[in-house]
Structure formats: C-alpha cells, structure tokens
C-alpha cells in the first residue's frame, strides 16, 4: 500500500530557512501536497504541487519535487514562530475529478526558538 | 465564508458508553469525509460521502460505528460501544468535487475524544 514518510521534528532558529523532508511510495500519486495544524485546530492546506512539476513558490515557500526518488521537500524562509506547527505531508492517488484519496505522513513538529 | 464547523470539540466517555460527532461542512459542498488521527499520527480516512451516499466506507469498523449524512449536508459519525483504543481526533473535512476543479480538502477542528 501507499506510504509517506516524514522525521519527526525539526528545530530552528527565528530568522532561519526550515526545510522539511518527505519520501512516498506511490508513483501514480498525481497531487502531492504539504498541510500545517496547529494545536487544537484542523488541518490547513499550505500548498500543493503537481507531479509534473519539480518546483513551485509561495510567497515563503518553496516545494521541491523529485518524482524519480520520490522525495518532496518543503522550504519555508525566513521562519517565524507563527511557523510553529506539525506539517503533514500528503500524497493523492489518481487523477481526474474522482480521485480522492489522501494519505499523509506522521507529520514533522517544525519547533523555532526565538 | 464559514469553514468546516464540528461539535463537541472535546468530549470525555467512558468506554461502552455510546458517543457522537456532528459535522457541517462548508455550504456546496458536495463531498464530505471523517477521518481519525490518533496521537502522533497522520489523519485516516474512516468514510466518504458524496451527496447522501457513503461511497468507501472501507475503513469504517462497522461493528461499532456508523455514519450518516441525511439530506447530503450535515454528517453525524457515531461510536457504540466506545473503545479505549477510540481516544483520538475526529476530524471532518469537505470539498466541491466536479470535473475540471482541484478538489480541495478543507478540514474542520475536529473532536478530540478521550475514552477513559
């Protein structure tokens, strides 16, 4: 079955780059995505990219695609503490308006230290 | 707009007790989803809905929860009897799936239940 990978943590000094890391299983995955939750709260999509796409930016984020490894990464600059969260990778199965299925990663905590 | 909205947001049973979830998703949204996030983990779906009809229900432990989306708006995914392995995070979620769109997830704050 399909699988995605995260590390657990991640820390980083206010100010600093964070990027965090996430490998799949799935090579028909067509939508991969990165979501943020803060405590208490529900999950927030930050962003998503294509999978014939290597890269997209956001403002300060910066997805990074490698379809042949399998591997998705998420740069967000110039870190804040606004930034603190758990960060959900995510990959969808399919395509086409019937393609639904989510299936995300444990998450990686993004801790910044003032 | 109003986003996903759930309640109770917190609820504390003890096990066998029976126990609800009540979810409205944003309005026009055709598709609605219950997922369920255990500690540490990753949100799993549980059911899907597109109008009225539970279309994958695959995940869904049948022997003791049950879902239902009456007139294709508001859902209610109940529990009985409660487990212990029951505490988690449900969590709702939403979209507008129709040919040509993104088809975008949008989550609700979820329940946090805690079965003691």
């Known amino acids: 079955g399909e699988d995605v990978e995260q590390s657990l943590f991640l820390s980083v000094r206010e100010g600093d780059s964070s990027v965090i890391n996430c490998t799949y299983t799935?090579?028909?995955?067509?939508?991969l995505y990165w979501y943020k939750q803060e405590p208490g709260a529900g999950l927030q999509l930050l962003t998503y990219?294509?999978?014939?796409?290597d890269m997209k930016q956001d403002q300060r984020l910066t997805v990074l695609l490698n379809k042949k490894d399998k591997h998705l990464s998420l740069r967000i600059a110039d870190t804040q503490t606004g930034d603190s969260a758990i960060y959900f990778c995510?990959?969808?199965?399919?395509?086409?308006?019937?393609?639904?299925?989510?299936?995300f990663g444990k998450g990686t905590k993004l801790s910044v230290i003032p | 707009e109003a986003g996903v909205v759930q309640s109770p947001r917190y609820k504390i049973i003890e096990k066998k007790q029976p126990v609800a979830f009540w979810c409205n998703p944003i309005?026009?949204?055709?598709?609605l989803y219950w997922y369920r996030q255990n500690l540490g983990q990753g949100p799993e779906l549980l059911i899907r809905?597109?109008?009225?009809?539970?279309?994958?229900d695959s995940q869904l432990p049948k022997d003791r929860f049950s879902a239902e989306r009456l007139k294709g708006v508001d859902s209610t995914l109940k529990i009985q009897p409660a487990e212990l392995g029951d505490s988690a995070v449900y969590l709702c979620?939403?979209?507008?799936?129709?040919?040509?769109?993104?088809?975008?997830?949008?989550f609700g704050p979820g329940t946090r239940l805690t079965v003691l």
């Open positions: 979620a939403s979209s507008l799936v129709a040919r040509g769109t993104y088809n975008e997830q949008f």
């Open positions: 799935d090579s028909s995955s067509t939508y």
């Open positions: 990219i294509f999978s014939n796409m």
């Open positions: 995510a990959e969808k199965e399919g395509a086409g308006a019937g393609s639904y299925q989510l299936t």
């Open positions: 309005s026009g949204h055709n598709t």
């Open positions: 809905y597109e109008n009225e009809e539970a279309v994958d």
